[in-house]
C-alpha cells in the first residue's frame, strides 16, 4: 500500500470472481481505477438500482477518504431495446427519451447526496472505440461476422463473439460452455457458430438508431459499451469492477471475454464486485409485478440521508428486503445519532466551563472510547465495507456520549468541550464521510426526521396534529397546571401521546417530538 493512503490497514474485499474475501492491492499503489455498471436510462430508476448506485459510490467514498487516487468511471446505457420502444411509444427521439432520464437520475443522484464520477460515460459517445474494440476482436480472430438481410442495410452484417475462441469463458460465473449450449433457445440467427455466441455488432432495423461501421449500419451488442469506454477511460486492467448481481452472468462474463480478447491482457478485472438485489416485501421488484418503489419518491418522501442509513445498514452482498418496519427503524437510529450530536453541538457552544476532577475522568474515559470507535470502525471498512459494523460502533459511542453527558455537571467542564469537539468528528469523518450519514446540523437533520415521521403517520391514516395545535395543546397543559389541574395537565398529555406526540419537561420548558 502506498504511504500515500492513510486506512493504515489491510483492505480485504470479496471477489465475486473467487468468492473469497482477497487482499486488496491496487495495480499502482495508492491509485484506484474503477468502473461502475449504471442505469438504462428509459424511466426513472427505482430503490434496487439506487442500492446499486450507492454501493458503488461507497466504495469511492472509501477509497477517496483514505487517500487514494481514484478514477471511477460510471456509466449510462443510452442505445438500448428498452429505449427504442419507449421513444416508439411516446413517438419522440431516442435521444429525448434518454436526455430527460439521465437529467431525471442525476437528480436522484444529487438528493442521495453521490459524489461525481471521475467521468460520466455515455456509449452514443463512444461509437468509434466500441467499433474500434470489434474489429480488434475480429483481428485477433475472436469475433466473426454473419449476413444479415433482416436490417434496413440488405449487405450489412451481424458480428458475434465466438465463445469457442476464449478458453476462460465462464470463469467469473462459474457456467460451463457445455450447459449453457443445452440451455441456450433455438436463435433466430443459425450462422451462429455455437449458439452461445453474443452479439457484439448488430445492423440496425427500421426505426432504430444507427451508426455507420465496417459492417454496415447498426448499432452495438450490449456488453460492448462497457468494455469500450472502460478501456478508453481505465486502461486495458482496472482494479474493481462493480454492478447489481444480476449483471454477473450474461453481461460481465461477456465484459471480460470481450475485453481481453481485444486487449490480449489479463485479468481485465482484479476484483469483481456485485451489490445483492433488493426486494420489496419479500418479492422480487420487477415492473410487470407493479412492486417498483421510485428512487425520486423515496428521496422526495424521506431525503437522502434515510436513504443511505437504510441501504447501507446492510451489508453491500446481503439480500435486502425492504419494508416500512426498516423505514421507521431508520428514522429511530439516525434519530438517535442527530440528538446525541445536537448535545454534544449545545456543549461545545458553552463558553462558562467550570473545571470539574470527576468530569475529567468521565471525559478522558470518553476520549478512549472515541479512539477506539475510530479504529473499529476503520477495521469494519477495511473488512469488505462492513458499514453495519461501522454504523454499530457509532451507536456504542452514542450510548457512551449519552451516558457521560447526563453525569451531574460533567457538561459544563473545559474536558466536556473537547468530548463534544471529538464525538462530533468522530461521526463527521468516519461515518459521514464514507456511509454519508451523520454529516448535517443537528437540528436541521431532526426538524427532517420529524416531518418524515408526520408523514409516515398520515401515511398510514394515523390522525395528526399540526405544530399550532401541538402547541395550543401544551400551552393548556401549562394553564391546567398553573391552576393544579393535574387531572387535566395529564389528560392533555395522553392526549398527545395517542396522536404520535411525545412531550419532555426540563427546567428550560416543555419539547416536543412525533414518536
Ligand atoms: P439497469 O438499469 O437495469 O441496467 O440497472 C442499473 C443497475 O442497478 C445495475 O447495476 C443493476 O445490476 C442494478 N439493479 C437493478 N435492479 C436491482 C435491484 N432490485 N437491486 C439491486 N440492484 C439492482
Ligand atoms: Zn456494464
Not at 439521465?102 to 444529487?110: L, T
Not at 480488434?136 to 454473419?146: A, F, L, P, R, S
Not at 409485478?289 to 431525503?303: E, I, P, S, T, W
Amino acid at each position: 500500500m502506498s504511504s500515500a493512503t492513510s486506512l493504515g490497514k489491510p483492505i480485504y474485499l470479496t471477489n465475486t470472481k473467487t468468492h473469497q474475501k482477497e487482499l486488496f492491492q491496487p495495480i499502482e499503489p495508492g491509485k484506484v481505477k474503477m468502473y461502475s455498471c449504471g442505469p438504462t436510462v428509459y424511466s426513472f430508476i427505482h430503490i434496487g438500482n439506487l442500492r446499486a448506485a450507492l454501493t458503488a459510490d461507497l466504495f469511492y467514498r472509501f477509497f477517496k477518504h483514505f487517500g487514494y487516487d481514484v478514477n471511477y468511471v460510471r456509466n449510462y446505457t443510452d442505445v438500448d431495446d428498452k429505449i427504442i420502444n419507449r421513444a416508439n411509444e411516446e413517438k419522440v427521439s431516442c435521444d429525448e427519451i434518454t436526455k430527460k432520464f439521465i437529467a431525471e437520475v442525476e437528480k436522484d443522484y444529487a438528493l442521495a447526496g453521490m459524489l461525481p464520477p471521475t467521468h460520466k460515460v455515455l456509449v452514443t459517445e463512444h461509437m468509434p472505440e466500441i467499433i474500434r474494440m470489434v474489429e480488434k476482436i475480429i483481428e485477433n480472430g475472436k469475433g466473426y461476422t454473419v449476413p444479415d438481410s433482416t436490417g434496413l442495410d440488405p449487405t450489412a452484417k451481424e458480428v458475434f463473439f465466438s465463445i469457442d475462441s476464449f478458453p476462460n469463458y465462464g470463469e467469473l460465473s462459474g457456467k460451463q460452455i457445455e450447459d449453457l449450449k443445452s440451455g441456450a433457445r433455438v436463435e433466430v440467427n443459425s450462422n451462429k457458430r455455437n449458439p452461445v455466441d453474443f452479439s457484439l455488432w448488430k445492423p440496425a432495423k427500421a426505426g432504430e438508431p444507427s451508426w455507420d461501421s465496417p459492417w454496415g449500419k447498426g448499432r452495438p451488442g450490449w456488453h460492448i459499451e462497457c468494455s469500450a469506454m472502460a478501456c478508453k477511460w481505465l486502461g486495458p486492467k482496472m482494479d474493481i469492477h462493480h454492478g447489481g448481481e444480476d449483471l454477473i452472468f450474461p453481461h460481465h462474463e461477456n465484459e471480460i471475454a470481450q475485453t481481453e480478447a481485444a486487449t490480449g491482457e489479463k485479468p481485465y478485472v482484479k476484483t469483481w464486485v456485485h451489490n445483492a438485489f433488493l426486494n420489496f416485501d419479500g418479492e422480487k421488484m420487477s415492473k410487470s409485478l407493479g412492486n417498483v418503489m421510485n428512487a425520486r419518491d423515496f428521496l422526495a418522501n424521506y431525503g437522502g440521508e434515510l436513504a443511505r442509513m437504510i441501504f447501507l445498514g446492510v451489508h453491500y452482498r446481503a439480500p435486502f428486503d425492504f419494508n416500512s418496519t426498516l423505514l421507521d427503524q431508520a428514522v429511530v437510529n439516525l434519530e438517535r445519532i442527530y440528538e446525541a450530536k445536537k448535545k454534544a453541538e449545545e456543549v461545545r457552544q458553552k463558553k462558562i466551563a467550570v473545571p470539574d476532577l470527576k468530569a475529567e475522568q468521565v471525559w478522558g474515559g470518553f476520549m478512549i472510547d472515541c479512539d477506539r470507535a475510530r479504529a473499529a470502525i476503520k477495521d469494519h471498512y477495511a473488512n469488505d465495507l462492513n458499514t453495519s459494523g461501522a454504523l454499530s460502533e457509532i451507536f456504542t459511542l452514542v450510548r457512551e456520549w449519552n451516558r457521560c453527558s447526563s453525569e451531574p455537571n460533567a457538561v459544563n467542564t473545559p474536558t466536556a468541550i473537547l468530548a463534544a469537539n471529538e464525538f462530533i468528528k468522530v461521526i463527521e469523518e468516519e461515518i459521514g464521510s464514507v456511509i454519508g450519514v451523520g454529516k448535517l446540523s443537528a437540528p436541521s437533520a431532526l426538524a427532517q426526521l420529524q416531518a418524515v415521521r408526520l408523514k409516515r403517520a398520515q401515511n398510514e391514516g394515523k390522525s395528526t396534529l399540526t405544530e399550532t395545535e401541538i402547541e395550543a395543546l401544551i400551552q393548556e397543559r401549562k394553564d391546567a397546571r398553573a391552576q393544579k389541574n393535574f387531572k387535566r395537565s395529564d389528560e392533555v398529555r395522553d392526549e398527545l401521546l395517542a396522536k404520535g406526540v411525545e412531550i419532555k419537561d426540563s427546567p428550560q420548558g416543555t419539547t416536543w417530538v412525533r414518536k
